[in-house]
Structures are given as structure tokens and as C-alpha cells.
């Protein structure tokens, strides 16, 4: 994970591509207004968008990092969209100028392993593409398992299909039912590594089908929550925090995002999702024990209570300490 208390560098870029991926999905092309190379990333990175109807939003960045004066996201439809993917799809257009974050990657690619298994359902497959094409010219053993409800709707196929990696498409409504997640990580060496990116429903199916496997051997990225199995139902009530490096005390009420009462209080917290998928509002914690609610944060991360992400998690035992 990065510096919790990086602060992120915004950028304004210049939407200079928007072309139709596959049914539903939008592969959009971001430039700097006057061009020139951008901050470089690594594999499984993303950026945020600060969308002009107020939202901001993460997608992860499907380019090649070498192609250093882009960055290229996939944009899927979400048919339950609360403005973020809607406006992308309806109202962005051409030549419009956003305001966008340099950007970070919680989800990084591990390129010496033996072999890696990369799991990806729907527009989970963006930031796969990117480690895919990765270790395609490293030359290094990939097993691609990608699936997608209907052929109409696998964005980025060619692409994947012109890669030196074992590629296994998994249409749904051809199959009779979704990719057996189980099956696809039975059977590999030692020192695997395999990440998912994908619906709930996969997702799920993937960190029970890992159970039991190195835990730094694992990789997630969720793009909407995560089902919290353990969360602590007193952490839901009112709470204090103490920001120690500006000196103030604030009261969480019941239900109060921390980071909302936060930012009444007038302290500089940064959010983008605000569903503790992303890990922009990453918080350092110096006292106190957060009830980590996140998507991002592995086991060990959250049993070593380091940071938090202040947009969902709360606190068991009624205070917490933040560097702040
Ligand atoms: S704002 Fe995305 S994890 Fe908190």
C-alpha cells in the first residue's frame, strides 16, 4: 500500500478518444490539454475522476505504461449507476477537460512468479489487460480466465487474443452458467500467484476458492463493496476521533461517515468513491482500533491496524487517534 499520508497530484487532462469497446463498455482516451508524457503507473494502477456533476470515480487504466503520454480506462455501463459511469457513457464527450488524479495502484502486479492466474468477469478485465500484456512480453507463464455474460460484451478480446498468454474466454449464456472459479485455481505450482477482478458474486468465489493459499499470493480488486463477514455492530453507534496533527477533536455521530464529520470540522480529507473500494481516504491510525469496513485493506493489513479508510470504517471502543 502507499504513504497513507501521500496527498494525491491532480491533474487536468483532455478526454482525446471514446470508442466503443463492446456492448455497454466504453474504452476512453486521456491526454494532458497541451500534451507531453503524464506520470508513468504500473500494472493493476488507476486513476480518479472528478466528474463535472460532483462525483468522483476510480477506474483502472487498461493502456500499456510505456505509452507514457495516455492513460486509457474501460468504462462499463452500470446499470445501477449513481452518476458515475451514466454521466462517462451520456454527457462526457470529446475534447471535455476534467480534472483527474496521478495515478495510484493498490492492485500491483507480481512479475517474477512462476505462474499467475488472472480472473476477471465483465469490465473487472481492465486492469488485467494491462498485467496481461505485462507479462506477455516478459515472457512469463499467464493463465487469462475471462468472463463475460454474452460474446457481445468481452471488451478488449483482440487485444488479449495478439498476447503470448493461455487465454481462456468463459461466455455465461454459452456455458450454461458462470466461470467454476474453484476449477480455474485448482492445480497450479507452488508460488502461483492469482488475482480477481470481477462481480460480487466472483469475487466471493474467488477468496473462498483461495482460502487456505499465501495470503501475499492473493490479489483483489473490488469495484463495488465487499460483503463485510466480521463487522462490529457497537462500532455503528457515535464515536471521537482525534486529529493529532492539527490539534482538533471530532465527534463521529451514529451512522456519520468519519470522513464526512471530518470535513465539517474543516479537516483536508481526500475521498473518491466513498465505498472503501478505491483507497484514496487511506488514513494513517495512531491510537485505537478501527472496525475496517474497506474492500482494500488485506487480513494482515487490517490486523495490523496501521491505517484506515476513513469514507466506511468506524471504531470499536469509542476513540481513535488519526494523523491528521
Ligand atoms: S474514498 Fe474510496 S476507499 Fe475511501
Redesign the pocket.
Known amino acids: 500500500m502507499p504513504d497513507a499520508s501521500t496527498t494525491t497530484q491532480t491533474l487536468q487532462l483532455r478526454v482525446a478518444r471514446m470508442e466503443w469497446a463492446a456492448t455497454d463498455i466504453l474504452e476512453v482516451e486521456f491526454r494532458a490539454t497541451e500534451g507531453g508524457p503524464l506520470p508513468g503507473y504500473t500494472p493493476g494502477a488507476h486513476i480518479d475522476l472528478a466528474l463535472p456533476n460532483g462525483l468522483m470515480r476510480?477506474y483502472s487504466i487498461k493502456g500499456a505504461p510505456e505509452v507514457a503520454d495516455r492513460y486509457v480506462v474501460g468504462v462499463g455501463l452500470d446499470a445501477a449507476s449513481r452518476g458515475g459511469s451514466s454521466y462517462v457513457h451520456r454527457t462526457l464527450r470529446v475534447g471535455d477537460v476534467l480534472p483527474v488524479t496521478a495515478p495510484s495502484n493498490h492492485f500491483p502486479l507480481v512479475e517474477d512468479a512462476p505462474q499467475t492466474v488472472l480472473i476477471a468477469g465483465g469490465i473487472g478485465v481492465t486492469p488485467l489487460v494491462c498485467m496481461a500484456r505485462r507479462l506477455s512480453e516478459k515472457g512469463a507463464p499467464c493463465i487469462f480466465h475471462y468472463a463475460v455474460r454474452s460474446a457481445d460484451r468481452a471488451a478488449f478480446l483482440e487485444e488479449l487474443e495478439g498476447l503470448d498468454i493461455d487465454l481462456r474466454l468463459h461466455v455465461d449464456a454459452e456455458a450454461g452458467g458462470p466461470l467454476d472459479v474453484t476449477a480455474a485455481l485448482a492445480g497450479h505450482p507452488e508460488g502461483t500467484h492469482a488475482y480477481c477482478c470481477g462481480p460480487a458474486g466472483m469475487m466471493q468465489a474467488f477468496e473462498a476458492a483461495t482460502t487456505g493459499w499465501p495470503e501475499d499470493n492473493v490479489h483483489v480488486e473490488y469495484f463495488s463493496p465487499k460483503v463485510q463477514e466480521t463487522t462490529d455492530a457497537d462500532a455503528d453507534g457515535p464515536f471521537e476521533v482525534e486529529c493529532r496533527r492539527s490539534g482538533k477533536v471530532v465527534q463521529v455521530a451514529e451512522g456519520q461517515p468519519v470522513?464526512a464529520a471530518l470535513i465539517a470540522a474543516g479537516i483536508a480529507v481526500e475521498?473518491?468513491?466513498?465505498?472503501?473500494?478505491?483507497?484514496?481516504?487511506?488514513t494513517r491510525v495512531l491510537e485505537g482500533t478501527p472496525d475496517h469496513r474497506?474492500s482494500?485493506l488485506t487480513r494482515k493489513e487490517r490486523e495490523a491496524n496501521r491505517t484506515m479508510?476513513?469514507?466506511?470504517s468506524r471504531c470499536k471502543g469509542g476513540r481513535l487517534v488519526l494523523d491528521l
Open positions: 476510480s470522513s475521498t473518491s468513491c466513498e465505498d472503501g473500494i478505491c483507497g484514496t481516504c487511506e474497506d482494500v479508510m476513513v469514507c466506511v
